[in-house]
């Protein structure tokens, strides 16, 4: 048992949700390709309200720094908006992924997604270039991270095995759309 990996023989807690969980530590590829066109416009208005919210301050009441005194103070307020912007995007998308809030739409995308892969014979989560062993530590690392994302930004960069979810309705479901696929050929 020394060996073995620990994440194997202790499985991640699973929170009560009323949503089905997708994926309790998604890679950062899927975190921000399910993102639905709400998170980005939330995103963006969160991004803008900082630069915003320092012109009208300059506007209201000047600061009186003289010339070449605004520009980095802006250029910060960018940066901070950015980053703020970027992390409410985050944080949105891996609460669906978690079962948080509502996700009927990407439980679809994740169906299809996996399905596909699993009908090409590719692995559901990935090609991973570290070892098994490093594989379960990043996982450990990078699990449930978004909840405390703006103490310590941490992502899931690494393909890996460990999602808490069960894989095999992957495969059932790709069984079935095959089998469905070959009997419409037969009966053609």
């Known amino acids: 048992m020394a060996g073995d990996n ?13 949503y089905p969980l997708i994926d309790s530590d998604p890679h950062v590829r899927r975190v921000f390709g399910y993102a639905r066109p709400s998170d980005y416009a939330v995103a963006g208005a969160s991004a803008a309200a900082s630069p915003l919210a320092f012109w009208v301050m300059e506007r209201v ?45 990407e439980v679809k995308m994740d169906m299809r997604e996996m399905v596909d892969k ?5 692995p559901l989560y990935g090609v991973s ?6 594989q ?3 996982a450990r690392n990078s699990r ?4 405390f994302l703006q103490v310590i930004p941490w992502f899931n ?13 992957y495969y059932q479901q790709a069984e ?8 419409s050929k037969l009966s053609s």
Do not use: Q, W
């Not at 620990?6 to 009323?18: E, G, Q």
């Not at 270039?129 to 490093?134: N, Q, Y």
């Not at 449930?144 to 909840?147: G, R, V």
């Open 6 to 18: 620990i994440s194997t023989v202790v499985p991640p807690k699973r929170a009560l949700t009323d």
């Open 118 to 122: 699993v009908k090409k014979g590719e």
């Open 176 to 183: 079935r759309e095959l089998e469905a696929e070959r009997l």
């Open 61 to 105: 009441s000047p600061s009186h720094v003289g010339r070449g005194g605004f520009s980095p103070v802006m250029r910060l307020a960018v940066a901070i908006g950015l980053i703020g912007g970027t992390h409410i995007l985050y944080s949105r998308s891996c609460n669906r992924f978690h079962g948080l809030t509502e996700n009927s739409r």
């Open 129 to 134: 270039k570290v070892s098994p062993h490093l």
């Open 144 to 147: 449930n991270s978004n909840f």
């Open 157 to 169: 960069l690494v393909n890996h095995e460990h999602h808490g979810v069960d894989t095999a309705k």
């Open 136 to 138: 379960g530590v990043a």
